[in-house]
């Protein structure tokens, strides 16, 4: 049975969120509004600090709560690769770290369409990097949810290029990995998915590709050998129109804890602290990636 702090979330999303998505087309002034939603609606975790690295090309958010261990966390957000910030997700990041003894480090990679493919991978590469600088990759999880989720394997097959070492884990949420949009669920739950407007995903889509091909294994994780991927926890909702996108992700990894979950819309832990939905998936992530951890 659906809580009623879900219920009242998914009709947030639903007859808010889903809404504003199809209507604002501005990018940009889409991403101030969710940011400034982002401030009510993301609930804080008691005893967690907060600092910044700043990078060449962008910021690096690091959420510090008080049970972090020698482990990170390096969350990449989801937005479509147009919209979303560390500021909105920083919570959700945070509460994943609090579970593995992690701190979490969110970049603000740059955004489509100022910044097109390849800005936000070879941003996310570069985290990776200064991470194993400052961590054994051993005591790395990367995560992300959506668009975020491409980004986590699209590091996972540079890492791979490069001969750097993989981290130990990845927390995929709701990953989108077919920028081709080739996946039935994309039409199948245009119209169940509670969050996601068909004529959003549509319009990010150009704008992040420009000229590339969506069809090349270095921007779509389904095109792509995953068979080097660390162990996977994998969390998406039942009636989204990413659904397809992880079940196939599913059979392409070499290890990895597949969860489907009902009644939730897309990315719904980012209501972490307020449903217990949100609360039960952050929970098994953490459940699982711990497994992998020093």
């Not at 701190?103 to 996310?124: I, K």
Request: charged content about 20%.
């Amino acid at each position: 049975m659906t809580s009623r702090s879900q219920k009242l979330f998914n009709g947030f999303a639903r007859y808010i969120e889903k809404p504003l998505l199809a209507k604002i087309k501005d990018q940009r002034q889409l991403a101030r509004v969710l940011d400034g939603l982002a401030v009510g609606g993301m609930r804080p975790l008691r005893g967690t600090n907060k600092a910044f690295l700043h990078m060449p090309n962008f910021c690096i958010r690091r959420m510090i709560p008080n049970t972090a261990q020698g482990n990170l966390l390096l969350y990449f957000h989801g937005g479509g690769f147009t919209i979303g910030s560390a500021y909105s997700h920083r919570w959700l990041a945070a509460r994943i770290a609090a579970g593995i003894g992690a701190e979490a480090w969110l970049p603000d990679y740059r955004l489509a369409p100022a910044h097109p493919y390849p800005a936000a991978p070879e941003d996310c590469i570069a985290a990776y990097k200064l991470a194993l600088t400052c961590f054994e990759p051993q005591r790395i999880v990367l995560g992300g949810d959506s668009a975020g989720g491409t980004l986590v394997l699209n590091t996972v097959t540079r890492i791979a290029a490069l001969g750097l070492p993989q981290p130990a884990a990845l927390a995929l949420l709701s990953p989108l990995t077919d920028l081709a949009h080739t996946s039935p669920s994309r039409i199948e739950f245009r119209d169940t998915d509670m969050l996601l407007p068909h004529q959003w995903v549509r319009r990010c889509m150009p704008a992040y590709l420009s000229d590339s091909d969506p069809k090349d294994p270095d921007i779509s994780p389904a095109y792509a050998d995953l068979s080097m991927a660390p162990p996977t926890a994998l969390h998406v909702a039942e009636g989204e129109m990413l659904y397809d996108d992880a079940a196939h992700l599913a059979n392409a990894l070499p290890d990895v804890d597949f969860q489907t979950w009902t009644n939730v819309p897309h990315v719904w832990q980012l209501a972490a602290g307020w449903t217990p939905e949100a609360d039960a998936s952050v929970l098994h992530l953490v459940e699982k990636l711990r497994a992998h951890l020093p």
